[in-house]
């Protein structure tokens, strides 16, 4: 997902990241949607992540959603 989001210049009005609960780098992904301007004024990035990750001290974070053992966390452009 890091090589596909330094490689576009497309805008988008949602993206969804789901990877792996063990991936590392959820916080990257979303640094390099906000710093590479990639969402539409008003657009949304929805990460899906284990509870262990806490994304919530992310600048542009503004809630998070939790289904079972599923975690969503929101940020808005």
Not at 19 to 46: C, D, M, T, W
């Amino acid at each position: 997902i890091l090589k596909f989001l330094k490689k576009t210049d497309e805008k988008y009005d949602i993206i969804f990241a789901d990877p792996p609960y063990n991936y590392q780098f959820h916080s990257a992904i979303v640094k390099e949607v906000f710093n590479r301007n990639l969402l539409n004024e008003g657009a949304l990035l929805i990460v899906e992540h284990a509870k262990e990750t806490s994304l919530e001290d992310i600048t542009h974070f503004k809630f998070m959603r939790i289904y079972g053992n599923v975690h969503f966390s929101f940020f808005e452009k």
